[in-house]
């Protein structure tokens, strides 16, 4: 009993917490240390958003080229998540 009460707070908070965050426009900022290689430093901010297009600022400071890009394509993914959930 006590494990299904859980189990539905934690479901109640997480549904709650993801239509809050669908409404948000997204916004992350990265500061990995990275030793014996470049540090990765960037922010990735969403502008704007309609039905069919996002703007979204990008910010590179430093960091090596495969993971800055890995980082634009997650905020794409994510950002498309968003819309198709209704945010």
Same mark, same amino acid.
């Given at each position: 009993?006590? !494990?299904?009460?859980? !189990?539905?707070?934690?479901?109640?908070? =997480?549904?709650? %917490?993801?239509?809050?965050? #669908?409404? !948000?426009?997204?916004? @992350?900022?990265?500061?990995?240390?990275?030793?014996?290689?470049?540090?990765?430093?960037?922010?990735?901010?969403?502008? @704007? @958003?309609?039905?069919?297009?996002?703007? +979204?600022?990008?910010?590179?400071?430093?960091? #090596? %080229?495969?993971?800055?890009?890995?980082?634009? +394509? @997650? #905020? !794409? =993914?994510?950002?498309?998540?968003?819309?198709?959930?209704?945010?």
């Amino acid at each position: 009993m006590r !494990a299904s009460i859980i !189990a539905f707070v934690s479901l109640a908070t =997480a549904l709650i %917490s993801s239509s809050q965050a #669908a409404e !948000a426009l997204y916004h @992350r900022e990265i500061n990995e240390k990275n030793p014996g290689g470049k540090d990765l430093k960037m922010t990735v901010q969403e502008i @704007r @958003r309609d039905e069919r297009t996002s703007i +979204v600022k990008v910010t590179f400071e430093s960091g #090596a %080229s495969v993971p800055s890009i890995m980082v634009v +394509v @997650r #905020a !794409a =993914a994510q950002i498309l998540f968003c819309k198709m959930s209704g945010g």
